[in-house]
């Protein structure tokens, strides 16, 4: 890893990753954006019109009309009445008409964050998106159904929407609609957010976070949960996940906690140009998926960077999965990340670090890094095609008892000398572990123990894994003092690579 550079410096070069929000606890998040000057009603019907004030506030047709550059709209507490739905995968329900700018944005903000709200799905404070799209269905083995994206925009720019709860049973998302969207759109920040997933019948692209031809999008703050797909009938059968990324670039996810979605974050193809994808992912947590974090169709250019994280109950497949179906890996750093409790009875699992299909291109860094396997009979630490990533050093392995393996190339390797030895001494300052370096395994509590060796094990002297950095892993609702602005990350100039950098 390179050391770190002065802000200045960084600043200079376009390598400058934007520091994480601390959550704002005031109503309203007037402490980040100033107090609300328009108001709206989720509950008001649709059919009375108001004037935007506190005592008379706009219903939800008007809050996406009316708002324009620079008002900051504070959406009261209450479910609202249901939206027209659009019948339409690229454009929701919520649909602003109006953009921002990158210095006076559209903000809508909820009095109370629902991520910070106690049983959040009854909590009579959250403020709860609806429409009246149907549920999803297949007929003749594609899909089906009048739903649709709930909020985000289509063709705008600038707007920030921070603090809304949506149950998708209450929001039929349709096929690759998601339930968030981000559709040929700049700087959409979607911010202290919950998604409360359901059981659907989706035919292809079943997922929660859909971009498409972004540029600039934020999603910071956030808990998404409980989604299962059931695709009987399919011609295109696929479990669901939390996000699949066309074009998506210089995005930001981050302090986030996605669980029981069949499959996590995943950037999975281009827009056409083509444009592929790039952006930070960093202090989240993925749990009992198939896998966490999967990669396809980076950009060429521009580094993506995985840090930070937690990945763990991988149930089959694997952790962090290179998967390059249309181009192989590329510009990717997957840099202090725990992979935890991999299985190792299903036959499907290949690993907590994994390459398929075109495997590793170019310019992909895998350091201090620590992936933990059950003892089992499947499952290797890293499991690798018949190309090498360009750095990997660094790393801590354990089986949880059992022997380590690895795979490269078709071979499997039941030592770390003999994997040195396959893959030309990479990862040469990596290690095994002879016992377990959390502080309780077993109920999931993977920061390192005091005074073990991991806590000054990596490349820069520091911790290794998820905790090794000074930001929450996970969803943070510890509160801040003063104003923090709304700021858009900056755009990585053309022809300038990211620096590993920690913020």
């Not at 520091?19 to 309203?28: I, K, V």
């Not at 896998?291 to 580094?303: G, I, K, P, R």
């Not at 149930?315 to 510009?331: L, Q």
């Not at 030895?421 to 920061?447: H, M, Y």
């Amino acid at each position: 890893m390179r050391r770190r550079l002065p802000l200045i410096i960084c600043l200079i070069l376009g390598v400058y990753t934007l520091p994480a929000m601390a959550f704002d606890p005031s109503e309203y998040r007037q402490n980040t954006y100033g107090p609300p000057n328009r108001y709206c009603d989720p509950t008001r019907t649709l059919n009375s019109n108001g004037s935007g004030t506190l005592s008379d506030p706009w219903n939800m047709s008007q809050c996406a009309t009316q708002p324009v550059a620079g008002n900051v709209v504070g959406v009261l507490p209450g479910v609202s009445v249901r939206l027209p739905t659009t019948n339409s995968s690229r454009t929701p329900a919520f649909n602003p008409s109006n953009s921002g700018t990158i210095d006076r944005r559209i903000v809508y903000v909820t009095k109370h964050a629902a991520v910070a709200l106690a049983g959040v799905e009854t909590n009579p404070l959250r403020t709860e998106l609806r429409h009246d799209g149907g549920a999803p269905y297949i007929s003749g083995g594609a899909g089906a159904g009048t739903g649709a994206p709930m909020y985000g925009a289509n063709s705008r720019n600038y707007i920030t929407f921070d603090g809304f709860y949506v149950d998708m049973a209450q929001a039929y998302m349709s096929e690759d609609s998601g339930v968030i969207r981000s559709q040929d759109a700049r700087g959409i920040h979607f911010r202290n957010f919950v998604i409360k997933g359901a059981t659907l019948s989706v035919a292809s692209n079943a997922v929660i976070y859909r971009p498409h031809n972004a540029v600039d999008t934020v999603l910071s703050n956030f808990r998404a949960y409980d989604f299962i797909n059931i695709p009987t009938g399919s011609t295109t059968p696929q479990n669901a996940l939390f996000s699949d990324q066309y074009g998506d670039q210089n995005f930001l996810i981050e302090h986030f906690e996605i669980r029981n979605t069949q499959r996590g974050i995943f950037l999975k193809g281009t827009t056409p140009g083509p444009r592929f994808n790039y952006g930070t992912i960093r202090y989240g947590i993925v749990s009992d998926v198939s896998s966490c974090y999967q990669f396809n169709d980076l950009d060429t250019v521009n580094t993506t960077t995985l840090q930070y994280s937690l990945c763990y109950n991988t149930t089959r497949g694997g952790g962090v999965v290179m998967s390059s179906e249309t181009s192989p890996a590329r510009n990717l750093v997957i840099d202090h990340v725990t992979v935890a409790k991999v299985d190792g009875e299903n036959m499907d699992t290949e690993g907590g670090i994994i390459t398929r299909n075109n495997g590793i291109a170019s310019n992909v860094i895998i350091t201090n890094n620590i992936i933990d396997n059950n003892n089992g009979r499947y499952g290797h630490q890293i499991s690798l095609r018949n190309t090498l990533p360009a750095t990997m050093s660094n790393n801590a392995y354990y089986k949880n008892g059992g022997t380590e393996t690895y795979a490269y190339n078709g071979t499997q390797y039941n030592s770390l000398s003999s994997w040195l030895a396959a893959i030309n001494g990479r990862d040469a300052t990596s290690q095994e572990l002879s016992s377990s370096p959390f502080v309780d395994r077993t109920n999931n509590n993977f920061r390192i123990r005091d005074g073990h060796a991991l806590k000054s094990a990596s490349s820069t002297g520091g911790e290794l894994g998820a905790y090794g950095g000074n930001q929450t892993v996970g969803v943070d609702i510890s509160g801040s003092t003063g104003g923090t602005s709304d700021l858009t990350p900056p755009a990585t100039p053309v022809g300038i690579q990211l620096l590993l950098t920690a913020p």
